[in-house]
């Protein structure tokens, strides 16, 4: 009687009702053929629990609640054989249910000499991995009220900030930059996130077992990727303005506000930087760490010199050389560019 519990673990309300009761009655199925087998044993070895179960398996309407108390009163009703069978089945679960050394004495214990002792185990093991499941499924809700509440506090930040930067349009004297790109920058990065999704779907779904396609299943979970990448394009739409990334492969955002003139390519890069933002879920903190980095780099300005040495001498003396690197220190730029515009 392996446990489907182990691939039921979604609350009722949260799945399709023809899911429901395909999922309970092939528990139950699973429940009747097992009571089936102890009816063909001829007497029952616990009376009690064999008028439990036979009440149950008659009782509706029939859910998750009754089928495990079947599954727990089953142990006391198993032939020696199958009792042996089972509990070796339920061992190799606990190995990937259970922690490992749980998992390891319930393997210890199940080589039990008696069969009452193994019986214990058995009845034991299954209420652990019912108590595993259970603490999975609650910890899978909380999961999902902490997506949802993260979700909605992204909305609200992004609503302030569009709030923020629709103020700063609609009063003249604020106007210090042209935000009409960032409504298609922050699209671009909404597409990014989307098709990075679709074209990982495929093998997130062949690589995911049940109970993590229930969790991709979740609107909120769909929806938070989308939103991730809606941020990240903001991100580094501001980037693009501000100047701090530039060269010949990204727009020239900064130049562009300048002379309030847009050029198609400019477009079209600000279009794929911001999709890949998107698409990529490392671009753009790698770009805030590195960022960081170079706020970080500690710097030695001349009011931090040893009083008494000139430049190049504080130069000099800060001065060592590796292995192989010519003796002499390098020249102190502004000496140096003095000296060039002497001559």
Request: aromatic share 10%; net charge neutral; glycine share 4%.
């Amino acid at each position: 009687m392996t446990s489907l519990l182990s691939f039921w673990r979604t609350p009722q309300a949260e799945l399709p009702n023809n899911e429901i009761r395909e999922l309970t009655a092939q528990f139950y199925v699973t429940l009747e053929a097992y009571f089936a087998k102890v009816k063909n044993t001829g007497a029952a070895r616990c009376q009690g629990a064999y008028d439990r179960v036979l009440h149950l398996l008659e009782k509706e309407p029939r859910n998750w609640t009754h089928a495990y108390a079947i599954e727990q009163l089953l142990v006391h009703l198993f032939d020696d054989d199958t009792l042996a069978s089972e509990l070796q089945v339920r061992v190799r679960e606990a190995k990937e249910t259970l922690m490992p050394a749980l998992a390891e004495y319930y393997a210890a214990e199940a080589d039990k000499p008696s069969a009452d002792e193994r019986r214990a185990v058995l009845s034991r093991l299954v209420n652990d991995l019912q108590w595993r499941y259970t603490v999975g499924e609650v910890k899978r809700g909380y999961t999902k009220e902490i997506t949802v509440a993260t979700g909605q506090l992204f909305i609200v930040s992004l609503l302030v900030f569009a709030a923020s930067v629709l103020l700063t349009v609609a009063v003249p004297d604020l106007k210090q930059f042209d935000m009409r790109l960032l409504v298609p920058a922050v699209l671009a990065g909404c597409w990014g996130a989307a098709f990075s999704m679709l074209s990982s779907l495929k093998d997130r779904l062949e690589a995911s077992d049940l109970d993590a396609l229930k969790v991709l299943r979740a609107r909120w979970v769909l929806r938070s990727r989308v939103l991730i990448g809606a941020g990240a394009a903001s991100v580094l739409y501001f980037f693009f303005v501000s100047g701090l990334v530039t060269g010949a492969a990204f727009p020239n955002l900064k130049a562009a506000m300048a002379t309030a003139t847009w050029q198609l390519d400019t477009f079209a890069l600000l279009v794929v930087w911001c999709f890949l933002a998107g698409f990529s879920e490392r671009l753009i903190p790698g770009l805030l760490a590195r960022t960081e980095a170079k706020l970080d780099t500690p710097t030695t300005p001349d009011r931090y010199r040893p009083a008494g040495l000139s430049p190049d001498a504080a130069n000099a003396a800060s001065f060592k050389p590796s292995p192989g690197s010519p003796q002499t220190p390098p020249a102190n730029p502004a000496v140096a560019e003095k000296g060039a515009a002497a001559a």
